[in-house]
């Protein structure tokens, strides 16, 4: 989490902001897994915020069937979905004392809503029904410190700490569900640079279309690749613009990378991705932007749009104020 930034004035929220974003020659795009979030529909008619319930305290978001989305809690632990195109929320999975939600990740295979964070001091990743909010797993995960986000591949779930330099796997069977009695751990090893004591390393985290990993770093900045099987890790090369300096949550859509604030503010930085002399390098394009953005968290594409959700960390009286989606136009 970025320091935060001074709130919004809710009267924003009927407006649309500038969004800037660098232009971007037209290129093929890299072939994706088949559990990521899609795009299949148009943005037309699409309202430019969705209301969340006050006092939610979001934090992750993901996007599910057609335009469904889900968004959890950091506060209370539970996890609300709706529709993008408006009409308020309800309820998936019900609040519970102690729980604390970060990331979340729909896996489209089975419709489950994979959520990382902590009941108590322990740290756990769940698995929900997206339709019938049944928790189908609750993995513990021993001596994690901060849980923060995730990404289901074909036969993992992934999870970042961003207080302990490792990456949680937890096992999935080839039709997409829990596959083994726990979880699993890989050492960030190679370039990485490591956390220090009371800050935020691995936050964000994401599949590549060569099967390994893409990682941020809150503190330190930069793109991380991580070789899955290994956990040698080695900085993605950044060229045309400045090098992140911060992140949150990351989004990758065909062979565009977005970081939510990797600039520090509240924008999306984004970037190119491509192979060059078998590594990759990822070319800045500029960043979104939109009034309406208060401290994202982290973000989703669905429906032609990237959907952030704003946290907005360092808000006045949390538990009451008003929370919101803004959706960004990527073209």
Request: a positive charge; hydrophobic letters at 40%; zero cysteines.
């Given at each position: 989490?970025a320091?935060p ?8 929220l ?7 974003l660098?232009a ?5 795009a890299?072939a ?5 979030d ?33 968004v959890?809690?950091?506060s209370?632990g ?6 993008l ?5 309800r309820v ?6 102690g729980r604390s939600l970060?990331g979340?990740?729909w896996?489209?295979r089975t419709?489950l809503v ?8 322990d740290?756990h990743?769940?698995?929900v029904?997206g339709?019938?909010?049944?928790v ?12 923060n986000?995730?990404?289901?591949t074909?036969?993992?779930v992934?999870?970042?700490d961003?207080?302990v ?12 569900l829990p596959?083994?009695?726990g979880a699993?751990f ?7 640079p490591?956390?220090a ?6 936050n964000g985290?994401?599949e ?18 991580v070789n899955?099987?290994t956990g040698?890790?080695?900085e993605i ?5 400045p ?6 949550g ?8 977005y ?7 509240s924008?999306v ?5 491509r ?5 990759w390098?990822a ?8 009034a ?5 968290s982290?973000?989703?594409f ?5 959907w ?6 360092g ?9 919101w989606?803004?959706?960004l136009?990527?073209h």
């Amino acid at each position: 989490m970025a320091a935060p930034t001074s709130p919004v004035n809710d009267h924003a929220l009927t407006r649309r902001g500038a969004i800037t974003l660098a232009a971007a020659a037209t290129t093929a795009a890299l072939a994706g897994p088949a559990y990521a979030d899609d795009g299949r529909h148009g943005h037309r008619g699409l309202p430019d915020t969705v209301a969340l319930p006050d006092g939610i305290r979001p934090e992750g978001i993901a996007s599910g069937p057609g335009t469904t989305f889900y968004v959890g809690s950091v506060s209370d632990g539970r996890i609300v979905t709706g529709d993008l195109r408006g009409g308020g929320t309800r309820v998936l999975l019900a609040p519970a004392t102690g729980r604390s939600l970060r990331g979340l990740f729909w896996d489209r295979r089975t419709g489950l809503v994979w959520a990382v964070g902590s009941l108590g001091t322990d740290a756990h990743v769940w698995a929900v029904g997206g339709r019938s909010g049944a928790v189908v797993a609750d993995v513990l995960v021993p001596g994690g410190g901060f849980l923060n986000d995730l990404v289901v591949t074909e036969r993992a779930v992934w999870v970042t700490d961003s207080q302990v330099d490792r990456l949680a796997r937890i096992a999935l069977t080839r039709r997409g569900l829990p596959g083994g009695p726990g979880a699993t751990f890989l050492p960030l090893s190679g370039e990485w640079p490591g956390t220090a004591p009371n800050t935020f390393g691995a936050n964000g985290i994401r599949e590549l279309s060569d099967g390994s990993l893409v990682l941020n770093h809150s503190t330190a900045g930069g793109l991380w690749q991580v070789n899955p099987r290994t956990g040698v890790t080695r900085e993605i090369e950044v060229r045309g613009g400045p090098r992140p300096v911060s992140g949150d949550g990351l989004v990758i859509r065909g062979n565009t990378l977005y970081n939510v604030r990797g600039s520090g503010g509240s924008d999306v930085s984004v970037y190119r991705l491509r192979r060059h002399n078998g590594a990759w390098v990822a070319t800045a394009r500029g960043l979104l932007t939109d009034a309406t953005l208060d401290v994202p968290s982290t973000a989703t594409f669905a429906a032609g749009s990237l959907w952030a959700v704003n946290a907005r960390f360092g808000v006045a009286s949390p538990d009451t104020a008003s929370y919101w989606i803004t959706r960004l136009e990527t073209h």
